[in-house]
């Protein structure tokens, strides 16, 4: 047996208001005639967070569109026009959901990696680290803050650049980022951190590590959506604790059946991540019957609506796609369903789960 070593974000900061210490902590990192990179989500645009960057000399900032999940061509051209702009970069900081964070991960690993950052999909694959990266999360749940990915959507596939050059430097945990998230938007994102729990603690893959962050991260979630009668400035901390929490759990286990299936909704239909895993784990009573009673519980209580029939009248080649991505991913069925998966998830079963979405 091979344990995984794995890396994990250089540092942490948490707390309302630790945003205001982003010029302190960037600037030993700052290198002359070098800009630092604000990558920030569209959502922010003229808005006051913008107001409180700490923007000096050359500094750039760049609103992310984020309407799309990242996508290679989009890295690839966020990183050739910094190269071209100003040949390199003091560093890139990350501000936004997951796809933001994603986004400034996979932009400062490809300032300093030659070719595509299709050519990097897949495990271990990058060779040189990024520019000096920073996280700072606006939405709760993805935990893409600590994960040693970047999601991307490449011409073939939709995989992530997996490696130890992938985590942020530095992590800037403020939860007062997150309090104008819309209601919808923080129930699916943070749905994505419940579902990452009850994938790792019912997972095979589990451990004592795994589940230690994987129990605690559960029981944020459940005092947010289970127990809370309303929103308040608490809820935003909790959750935000969850994701790092979650995500820590899955770092050393694995998602499971609620992930992979989703991975196929969002290839071939582009469904969110977070919605998608919602709308799948809405029809898995056979995998997860407690968590699943659970879930659909939190979604009456919040008042959710979640899609249904949205594989309604695809042709049999595009449930083919979808069920070629979802069987690729074969970690996260085995951590599901033991070693024997295949004989228990075959296509055809995989179709009608399909089919029920
Ligand atoms: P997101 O980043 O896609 O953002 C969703 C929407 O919320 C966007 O319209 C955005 O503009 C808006 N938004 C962000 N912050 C806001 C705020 N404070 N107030 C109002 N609106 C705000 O959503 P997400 O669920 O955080 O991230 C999903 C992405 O994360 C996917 O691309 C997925 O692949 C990725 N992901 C990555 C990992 C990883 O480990 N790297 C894990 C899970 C998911
Ligand atoms: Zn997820």
Redesign the pocket.
Known sequence: MKFRNFKMVGYVVYGRGSFNQLDEIIAPYRQKDKPMIFLI????LGGPLIDRLPIRGKDKIIF?D??Y??KTIYVDFLSQQLKEDFGSVSGIIGI???????LA?AVSLMMNNPGSSADYQGWDLVKIPGVYKVGI????????????????TGPTK?L?INSDF?PFDQIILDPE??????AL??F??GM?CYI?CIESLEGTYLNEFSKSYGEKALQLCRDVFVKKENWGADSDDKLMMASYAG?MS?AYSQVGVAHAVSYGL?YLLGT???IGNCIVMNHLEEYYPLAVKEFKYMVEKNNIPIPAGITKGLSNAQFDTMINVAIGMRPLWENALGKDWEKIMTREKLKALYERL
Request: proline share 6%; aromatic share 6%.
């Open positions: 989500d569209h959502f922010f992310a984020v309407t999940e990242p936004g959901g997951g796809s933001a964070m994603d991960k999360p606006t939405l709760s749940g993805t935990g893409a803050e600590v994960s040693r990915t970047t999601v991307l939709k992530g992938t980022l997150t309090a104008d998230a819309p938007q923080r699916y994102t994505d990452h995500g899955i969002g969110k991540h977070g």
